[in-house]
């Protein structure tokens, strides 16, 4: 079956760098569009990135330039870079994986994974 497992979160200083890894199984990846959302508690869930099979991107207007999403279609693997941390950016971050390119919408993707919590401390 498929399986996305993050990894990658931790506690980081207000700031600072955490590079997200999501590693893909059960599917044939490069067929995938690939995205990271983000769910702080009591919010919904929200769009941070994707990028497409040919290694296409769209952001997320709250990432506001800090982030960069990036693939290894050979690994089977998405990464997020994020930068210059905020407390605000606290939350559990899941990657998904689309059949459509370039989706900004949480009902576009099939699979999720079980998130990996990023905390951001002042």
């Known amino acids: 079956q498929v399986q996305l497992v993050e990894s990658g979160g931790g506690l980081v200083q207000t700031g600072g760098s955490l590079r997200l890894s999501c590693a893909a199984s059960g599917l044939t990846f490069s067929n995938f569009g690939m995205g990271w959302f983000r769910q702080a508690p009591g919010k919904e869930r929200e769009f941070l990135a994707t990028?497409?099979?040919?290694?296409?991107?769209y952001y997320g207007d709250v990432t506001n330039g800090r982030f960069t999403i990036s693939r290894d279609n050979a690994k089977n693997t998405v990464y997020l870079q994020m930068n210059s941390l905020m407390p605000e950016d606290t939350a559990v971050y899941y990657c998904?994986?689309?059949?459509?390119?370039?989706?900004?919408?949480?009902?576009?993707?099939?699979?999720w994974g079980q998130g990996t919590q990023v905390t951001v401390s002042s």
């Open positions: 998904a994986a689309s059949p459509s390119a370039l989706a900004s919408r949480r009902d576009r993707y099939n699979y």
């Open positions: 990028i497409g099979w040919s290694g296409n991107t």
